[in-house]
């Protein structure tokens, strides 16, 4: 033991400033808790104590001296008894958010465990704890909630190369039977499934037919047709009822061999219908089906099969029924291809837009490209987008190409007929009629994506043309694929903007406790110290760094990081606690003498309270880097709809010209100030300092005031 120590151990035998060790032990905002070598608890504060009684279970021991640590905590030595026994050994075992569990579940802690000497000896264990079970727990959610976010936003990259691929088959101008082939073997590989049939429904003569099919070597045969009353005997009846109302279907199948022989078993199934289905159950596990659509109405199904039992999640299904969506607009268009050789044109732009639409995840480019691609492909005039606000619910302008002017009446006319369109869900063609002085055509589409309505599609074709059903039809498939798109960005910016919040709330928490543990974190590494001197220099170096850096982080600046790390902060905070924070930080940071004179009996609304704290940031900041100052003063009264500030210091001042207004950022407050209504203004001459001064009064000040 080091003589720090045998001092120590001497002055607390003797009662040596026993009153302050105490009191120290006892405020201490952590749990601390001396236990001997058999883990019976000698010693506790009081935050030990209530951190003890809130996480005892049934079962355990209420808490007194001499408790033996498992009987408080049963349960408790799966997850802490390797923790105490390395500690026994001489080890200091240290962690954040560690799993502590008991019979009663899982909590997490910050956890510093450290052995007590005496004499040479390990006679016990000193161990500080902080309950982070909050936190962790919240971590968790978040990175869950980033976990399901990226599966979301992967799934929809899978659909958006679906849709890809099944275009470029289109476009290769093969037959529509080969197209079927390709398209089978594609979807069976995109829903990770070993085998794929293609249906189609006659609905008149109530016959299915198997137009293609992948995997199913000796099981299916193309061109074959079914009639509606054989498909119970065959299995098939729930599918057939199913997709007829435009559901799913999916399921496992019994294991081996009992899902072969309820078939072989079954008198009601005929033999030869028997011997498919036990083949077919032999080869697979499961099955999963669902709706193929054509215009919106049933055209078939596709089944996949499985060698393996599945989970059907929810992201599979959706993505199915995605790309049945999909195949079921490619069949139309391969279908038309195959009548009209034109097709391949209007197939290409839809490849092509489809492509600008894909391009970008920033919604305003995206729309940019796309419009400006479209209007070069259709031969439009002129094409815009509004899209509805998700709080109003009404439409409103979001692109226009090329980029013009609208005159209000003609584009509040516009924009009624797109409610129009968004509300009955079908395309509104405006033929052209001199009379009406409508001289070009022009068609509205709505954008929608699974039902939920997004906005409208604008497209305004040239003087004297006339725009075709088949036309039509394509604005409508473009009008699908652009609402994927705005989808996909939309997601993309929420969950970007979730990530940032989240992840600005953890740092705030983050540096909000590393406030409360600071100084007992010094003193922890300061006791160990010597003895990892002792044993590594190298790391007493490092450690000697991090208590320095311990014991000169969160100071001043703590409060002023806490703001720019949690929105709401600024938001709740009064707006004379805000400058008074950043002048304790200016002080700090620049030594120099600050005279603060407040007077703020109200609170003025969060936008005003924001822009007269950046600006008395930005104040601060030029003061710091250019003014040279000696003394600041400022002024701030906040009364009833009128707030002013003053910032005033003594140094070098400087030029009133445009340059220094760019150089000294004085140009970004002015604009902040201007944005909001208020007046600043900026006083300043070589050698005698510099003044700003701000004054906002909201409208209602302002009318009474000119009234």
Known sequence: MSSNQNTFNAAAESGFENTLLAMLFDRMPMGIAIMDREYNIQRYNPTWAEFAEEYRPENGVPLTKGTNYYKLFPGAEESMLPRFESVLNGEIVQGEGLNFETVDGISYWDVVLTPLFENGQIIGILNVTHDATERVLLQQNLERRVDDRTRELERRHEIAESLRDIIIMINDNIPLEEFLDQGVKLAAERLNAQACVLHQFDMEKELVYILAHFGMDGLAQKGTARIFNDLESRGAATYLKATLNKQPTYTNYPPMPERVDMILQDPDIPEPIKTNRAELRRRFAGSFSVPLFVKNEVYGGMVFYYEETQEFSDDQIQLGLTFAEQVGL???????????????????????????????????????????????????????????????????????????????????????????????????YIEPDPEQGFLEPGAIIPLQIRGKNLGMLGIIGRTNAHFTLDQLTLFKSISDQLGVAIENARLYAQAEETAITAERNRLARDLHDAVTQTLFSSSLIADVLPKIWEKDPDEGIKRLEELRQLTRGALSEMRTLLVELRPTALADADLGDLVGHLVNAFTARTRLSVEYNQICPVNPPPDIKEMFYRITQEGFNNIAKHADAKEVTITLNCQEGDVRLSIKDDGSGFELDKNNQEGLGLGIMQERAKTLGAELYITSHIGQGTEISVSWKSIKENEQKNG
């Open 330 to 428: 490619a069949i139309e268009n391969a279908r038309l291809h195959q009548q009209d050789q034109d097709r391949q044109r209007e197939l290409q732009m839809l490849l092509d837009v489809a492509a600008a639409a894909n391009s970008s995840l920033d919604l305003e480019n995206l729309l940019e490209k796309t419009l400006d691609l479209l209007i070069s492909l259709v031969g439009a005039s002129r094409a815009g987008v509004s899209l509805l606000d998700e709080n109003t619910g009404y439409l409103l302008p979001y692109a226009l190409r090329p980029d013009q002017k609208v005159p209000p009446e003609e584009m509040a006319k516009m924009l009624d007929a797109g409610q129009a369109v968004i509300k009955s869900g079908e395309i509104m």
